[in-house]
C-alpha cells in the first residue's frame, strides 16, 4: 500500500503510474504528464527521421544507376553500325579475282558464287552460249580447301557430299578441275536440254527434232533405237544433271528438265519394277532413281526406285540354288555367263541406292564374290611384286566353273580392266590393294586415252576408277583426259554446240549416238565432285 500523504509535492514520472491517474479529472495532470508527452513526441518523430532517411538513402541507391545510364553518350552506339560496314567493305577484296582473272572473262561464272546454280535462267541463254570461246582447258581452278575423305567405299548423304555449293568449288580445286572443264559440263547440260523430248524423254533416233536452234541438226542414232535405247539414254542425261547438283527440286535452271525426264522413267516403269528389259537398261535407269531420290529425299521417288532396285537383286545369279549372290547377265540369272559389263552398272545402281537408304538386301556381299572369283580365274598366275608395275586383267564375261573370255589388251569390248578396277573401288578395296593397284596400272599401260575420238567407254569408267587411287596415276590421267575433252567439245552456234561426235569411239554399241557419247564425255569432266574419294589411301 502506498503513502502518498507523506510525498504531497513528489512527481511519479513512471509511465505506468501516470496512465493509472485520471488525467480527464484533474487538469492539472495534463501539466504534470506534458514532459512525458514531449519525450514521446520526440522520440517518434527521431525514429521517422531515421525512417525517412533510410527509405532516401535506398530510393537514392535504386535511381543512381539509372542517373548513370542515362549519362552515357549515345555516339557509341551510332558508331557500331559504321563499324560493320567499315568491315564489310574491307572484307570485299577478299572475294575479288586477281589481276588476270579480271582481265579474262570467266566462263563458268557459278563457280565464283556458288548460289548461282539455283537461280533460273531458263529464258536467259543466248543466240551463242556466252562462255564458250572462253573454255581454255588449263585454266585452273584455285584453292584446296578442306575436304572430308569419306570415299566411294562410304555410304549415306556423304557420298554424293561435293555435287553443290562449296564442297563441289573445293573438290574442283583439290583435285584438278579446270574453268574449261565446267564450262564444257554447263554446254553439255545445255545440249541435253534441248534435245529433250515433250514428254520428258531422250529418244535415240528422235531427239534432233526437238533442237530448235538454226543450221545443220545432229544425226539419230541408229543403235538401240528403241524404248530399250531411249530408258538407257535418259538414265544417262539423268545421270548428268544429278551428277552436276541438279535434282528435280532444289530451284535451278535445270529443274523441269530433271523433273520431266524423272516422270518420263517412272511412267514405263512396269508394274513389278522393272524400267527396262535388259540388266542394262534396267541398272541406268534405277541409278538415276535411286540417285534422284538420294539427293532430293522425295518420297514420290523412294517406292519407284526401291521397286527398280528389287528388280536388280532379284535377277543377279546365284553361285547355286539358295546360294549367295555374285554377278548379272543381260537378262535372267545365268551361272554359265556372267557379263562384266552389265554386272558393272548393277554395282553402281545398288551403290547409289545403299547412299539413299534403300534396302540393297545382300546385294553388294554377293558382288564381292563374283568380283573376287572372277579376277581370280582371269589371273591364275598373278604374283604380287611390285604395286607400280604389277599389271592384272579383268575379264569379259566369267562363269561358275572358272571359264573366263578376257579377250587381248585393248581389245574393244572384251578388256574389262576398267570395269574390274571401278567395282573394286566400288566394294572396299583400298588403294594400296594388289587387285586393285595391278588393274590401275593395267588400265594405265593400255587403256589410257591420248587423242580424241577414243573408247569413250572405258574412258568413263577408268576415270571414275583412277580418281579414285589418285596420286600420280590421277594426276598423269586428269592432265591429258581433262584437257583432251574439253578441245573435242563442239563448239558453234547450231544443234551440235555442247556435244561430243561418236564417229570414231569404237565400243559395243556405240552407234547408240550422240546422247551416248555425250553422256560419257560430261560424266567424265564431272569426276571431281560426283563422289568422294576413297579414305585413308596412301599413294
Known amino acids: 500500500m502506498r503513502n502518498d500523504q507523506h510525498q504531497p509535492d513528489e512527481e511519479i514520472l513512471d509511465e505506468e503510474l501516470i496512465e493509472e491517474r485520471e488525467v480527464g479529472e484533474d487538469p492539472d495532470s495534463l501539466k504534470r504528464a506534458a514532459p512525458a508527452w514531449i519525450i514521446s513526441a520526440v522520440v517518434h518523430a527521431v525514429v ?15 535511381e543512381e544507376p539509372a542517373i548513370k545510364t542515362t549519362a552515357i553518350p549515345p555516339p557509341p552506339k551510332r558508331e557500331e553500325p559504321k563499324m560493320e560496314r567499315e568491315l564489310k567493305t574491307s572484307d570485299t577484296p577478299l572475294d575479288v579475282p586477281t589481276t588476270s582473272d579480271v582481265d579474262k572473262p570467266s566462263p563458268v561464272s557459278e563457280l565464283d558464287v556458288p548460289v548461282e546454280e539455283f537461280s533460273r535462267e531458263e ?12 573454255a581454255i582447258a588449263d585454266s585452273e581452278m584455285g584453292g584446296t580447301g578442306g575436304f572430308m575423305a569419306i570415299g566411294a567405299g562410304g555410304g549415306g548423304s556423304g557420298m554424293f557430299g561435293s555435287r553443290t555449293g562449296g564442297g563441289k568449288k573445293r573438290a574442283l580445286g583439290k583435285f584438278g578441275g579446270s574453268k574449261g572443264g565446267e564450262s564444257a559440263v554447263d554446254a553439255a547440260l545445255r545440249w541435253f536440254k534441248k534435245h529433250q523430248s515433250a514428254n520428258g524423254q531422250w529418244d535415240v533416233d528422235g531427239y534432233p527434232v526437238n533442237c530448235t536452234d538454226p543450221g545443220a541438226k545432229c544425226e539419230p542414232g541408229t543403235e538401240n533405237a528403241n524404248e530399250q535405247g531411249d530408258v538407257a539414254c535418259t538414265g544417262y542425261a539423268l545421270l548428268c544433271f544429278l551428277g ?10 535445270y529443274k523441269p528438265t530433271v523433273k520431266k525426264g524423272l516422270d518420263w522413267l517412272m511412267s514405263v516403269q512396269k508394274p513389278d519394277g522393272t524400267f527396262g528389259e535388259r540388266n542394262y537398261e534396267n541398272a541406268v535407269a534405277t541409278m538415276a532413281m535411286a540417285e534422284a531420290y538420294a539427293m532430293s529425299n522425295d518420297p514420290a521417288l523412294k517406292g519407284p526406285a526401291q521397286k527398280g532396285i528389287d528388280i536388280v537383286l ?26 562384266s ?21 545382300n546385294g553388294m556381299e554377293g558382288s564381292k564374290q563374283w568380283l573376287k572369283e572372277a579376277w581370280k580365274a582371269s589371273n591364275k598366275d598373278f604374283k604380287a611384286k611390285d604395286p607400280y608395275t604389277d599389271t592384272s586383267t579383268f575379264p569379259y564375261t566369267w562363269s561358275v566353273d572358272g571359264a573366263v573370255d578376257v579377250g ?13 578396277a571401278l567395282c573394286a573401288v566400288f566394294l572396299g578395296h583400298q588403294a594400296n590393294d594388289e587387285m586393285l593397284n595391278s588393274l590401275a596400272n593395267y588400265v594405265m599401260k593400255h587403256q589410257m586415252p591420248t587423242s580424241y575420238p577414243c573408247n569413250t567407254y572405258y574412258m568413263y569408267y577408268n576415270t ?3 580418281f579414285q587411287v589418285a596420286g600420280a596415276r590421277w594426276e598423269k590421267w586428269n592432265a591429258t583426259v581433262r584437257d583432251m575433252l574439253v578441245k573435242a567439245q563442239r563448239k558453234s552456234t547450231d544443234c551440235f554446240d555442247g556435244s561430243w561426235d561418236y564417229t570414231g569411239t569404237k565400243f559395243h554399241g556405240h552407234a547408240t549416238g550422240r546422247l551416248l557419247s555425250t553422256a560419257y564425255c560430261c560424266l567424265s569432266l564431272e569426276v571431281y565432285y560426283r563422289y568422294l574419294p576413297i579414305a585413308g589411301q596412301k599413294n
Open 244 to 253: 552436276a547438283g541438279y535434282d528435280h527440286r532444289m530451284p535451278s535452271k
Open 464 to 466: 571414275l576408277a583412277i
Open 408 to 420: 587381248a589388251p585393248g581389245a574393244d569390248g572384251k578388256d574389262m580392266a576398267c570395269v574390274g
Open 123 to 134: 529464258e536467259n541463254e543466248s543466240e551463242v552460249p556466252k562462255g564458250r570461246e572462253e
Open 48 to 62: 521517422l527521421f531515421l525512417m525517412s532517411l533510410i527509405v532516401y538513402a535506398a530510393h537514392e541507391e535504386v
Open 314 to 339: 532379284a535377277r543377279q545369279t546365284k553361285d547355286k540354288a539358295g546360294g549367295y549372290g555374285l554377278g548379272w547377265d543381260y537378262n535372267a540369272p545365268n551361272p554359265g555367263r556372267m557379263d
Open 341 to 361: 559389263s552389265v554386272t558393272g552398272w548393277n554395282v553402281m545402281a545398288l551403290k547409289s541406292a545403299a547412299a539413299g537408304g534403300l534396302n540393297i538386301g
